[in-house]
Nanobody, 123 residues
């Protein structure tokens, strides 16, 4: 059973915007930290953003600060990543992940993963 199902993504031009969504099922969503990670071609997976179960505490990687916004709707079991002013270097497969234990951007601590979605930015 897929616990996290992603939607959104696609191919855009530099400067455009995209929104990724991650919908959870089968978990007590409001207890989970949700993070977004991305894996550029030929590179390792890296953290992008993290949102606490309440949605109050949010962290971003320096490379996306002031351009990306993460939000969650616990009633809808959904987390969104709004990506503005996209750059070529944002090209990657993006993953959402859920962790019930603590606030971390260490991917090995995440229990559930979305299927991944491709974001391609043309310069």
């Amino acid at each position: 059973q897929d616990r996290l199902v992603q939607s959104g993504g696609g191919s855009v031009q530099a400067g455009d915007s995209l929104t990724l969504s991650c919908k959870a099922s089968g978990i007590t969503f409001e207890r989970y930290y949700i993070a977004w990670f991305r894996q550029p071609p030929g590179k390792e997976r890296a953290p992008v953003a993290l949102i606490s179960p309440s949605g109050i505490d949010i962290n971003y990687a320096d490379s996306v600060k002031d351009r990306f916004t993460v939000s969650r709707d616990n009633d809808q079991y959904t987390v969104r990543l709004q990506m503005n002013n996209l750059k070529f270097e944002d090209t990657a497969v993006y993953y959402c992940a859920a962790n019930s234990r603590y606030s971390t951007m260490y991917s090995a601590e995440y229990e559930y993963w979305g299927q991944g979605t491709q974001v391609t930015v043309s310069s």
